[in-house]
């Protein structure tokens, strides 16, 4: 358990649905993260927000929409995904962020499958 | 262009031998970071290095980095297979801490059998 929760852990959607992700973390971090694995790739950053604004956005498409309402909660909206979106997203969060974190805690992640 | 080459990308051993992952850059990093991630979970943090040439140990795992901060190791001694895991490194590029991109490497796939 490293105080970092993702949900839901599995997740097919069409390339029509929209869904999210959700990502909570009880380590009272000020900084949250999401990364995309794909295989035998580097994960890769997507979002980084700090004391709830986005510092950090790794040109990602649009169809990708994070929020974080406090810095507990980070979510990632999906919608009109393509089959290469496939792939594991985790979640991660680190005390604060200043360019690069220090230790980052990382959620057990969601397996998307997008047909 | 991978700014982290981890090699191999796959080892296999038996329980009770050695191993030794490696990472390299071209470029110089300010910190570098090893994880392990275990199948169907997020990966955990090993340790952190910082000063060129640091070697630390946990247990049978010694980490050192490089005198020139471009490149770190990772040795397994007595290897058991709950070393199983994707060992990944990761650091932050650039000569201090001020600036410069986080980024991780491909990771190295190990595999213990009993």
């Known amino acids: 358990e490293t105080g970092v929760t993702q949900t839901p852990r599995h997740l097919v959607m069409g390339m029509t649905n929209k869904k999210s992700l959700k990502c909570e973390q009880h380590?009272?971090?000020?900084?949250m993260y999401w990364y995309k694995q794909s295989a035998k790739k580097p994960l890769e950053l997507m979002f980084v927000y700090n004391f709830k604004e986005q510092t950090e956005n790794n040109s990602v498409p649009s169809r990708f929409s994070p929020e974080c309402p406090n810095s507990s909660h980070l979510f990632l909206h999906l919608h009109t995904l393509q089959p290469e979106d496939s792939a594991l997203y985790l979640c991660?969060?680190?005390?604060?962020?200043?360019?690069?974190?220090?230790?980052?805690?990382f959620g057990a992640g969601t397996r998307l499958s997008v047909l | 262009t991978q700014l982290l080459e981890q090699s191999p990308q796959f080892l296999s051993i038996q329980e009770g031998e050695n191993l030794t992952v490696y990472c390299n850059s071209s470029?110089?990093?300010?910190?570098l970071q090893w994880y392990r991630q275990e199948p169907g979970e997020g990966p955990v943090l090993l340790v952190t290095v910082v000063t060129g040439g640091e070697v630390k140990k946990l247990k049978r795992l010694t980490f050192q980095f490089g005198d020139a901060r471009k490149d770190s190791s990772l040795h397994i001694t007595a290897a058991q297979p709950g070393d199983t895991g994707l060992y990944l490194c990761?650091?932050?590029?650039?000569?201090?801490?001020?600036?410069?991109?986080?980024?991780f490497g491909a990771g190295t796939q190990v595999v213990v059998t009993p």
């Open positions: 380590l009272g971090h000020n900084a």
């Open positions: 991660a969060s680190s005390q604060d962020y200043s360019g690069g974190p220090d230790i980052q805690y």
């Open positions: 990761a650091g932050k590029e650039g000569p201090d801490d001020s600036w410069g991109k986080f980024q």
């Open positions: 470029s110089v990093f300010s910190s």
